[in-house]
């Protein structure tokens, strides 16, 4: 890496540094890409949490957690589920289930989990 590479990456802004590392922590733990993930697939997100929730679906509380690997955003939605230990905004989480389009964000319902 050179001075001028140094100087570039010491005055880029935070969100894109940011960015950088999800994308980065994405490719490493073997994550696929949010912006790559097909319909109706296997698919196993690595990212960071942005945001938990809890939303009324169909008379029962469900948890949305908004999950960012720096390509895009994803959401898991656990039903039934108010909490999850240690679930949190800036955790890092291993998503991995069936990918579906809803309403033109990506969701995963009731994902399989690992906090990291």
Not at 15 to 36: F, H, K, L, S
Not at 102 to 111: I, K, Q, S
């Amino acid at each position: 890496m050179g001075v001028r590479d140094l100087l570039k990456k010491m005055a880029a802004p935070v969100e894109e540094i940011d960015r950088d590392r999800r994308q980065n922590q994405c490719r490493v733990q073997g994550g696929t890409p949010v912006t790559e993930i097909v319909p109706r697939t296997r698919a196993e997100i690595v990212g960071d949490v942005t945001s938990v929730r809890i939303v009324p679906r169909a008379g029962a509380s469900s948890l949305e957690v908004s999950v960012d690997d720096g390509y895009g955003r994803a959401v898991a939605v656990f039903f039934g589920r108010k909490q999850l230990a240690g679930m949190k905004p800036g955790r890092r989480i291993h998503l991995d289930g069936v990918a579906m389009i809803d309403h033109g964000r990506t969701v995963l319902y009731n994902p399989a989990y690992d906090l990291l």
